[in-house]
């Protein structure tokens, strides 16, 4: 069994957040946001928030390290 699609979101100035829930909802892919201070998400079990560092890049290789063959990365 192979792992299901997960997107990982730079999410400190993306402007298309809100497309991003929409198509996770639909295909029930799990999404974590990324960024360097408090983000607004929504209540939703495929919905996460992860807050990293204020330091140059810090969203950028947290998500480097984390992403693999199965993840779509948005930043």
Same mark, same amino acid.
């Given at each position: 069994?192979? #792992? *299901?699609?997960? $997107?990982?979101? +730079?999410?400190? #100035? ?5 497309? &991003? ?17 408090? &983000?607004? $998400? *929504? +209540?939703? *079990?495929? $919905? #996460? ?11 950028? +290789?947290? $998500?480097?390290?984390? #992403?693999? *063959?199965?993840?779509?990365? &948005?930043?």
């Amino acid at each position: 069994m192979t #792992a *299901p699609l997960h $997107i990982l979101v +730079d999410a400190d #100035a993306c402007p298309v957040k809100d497309e &991003i829930y929409k198509v996770a909802w639909r295909r029930a892919v799990a999404v974590t946001i990324v960024a360097n201070s408090f &983000i607004r $998400i *929504p +209540d939703h *079990p495929l $919905i #996460a928030r992860e807050i990293v560092s204020d330091g140059f890049d810090a969203a950028d +290789d947290w $998500i480097a390290e984390r #992403a693999g *063959p199965k993840t779509a990365v &948005i930043t």
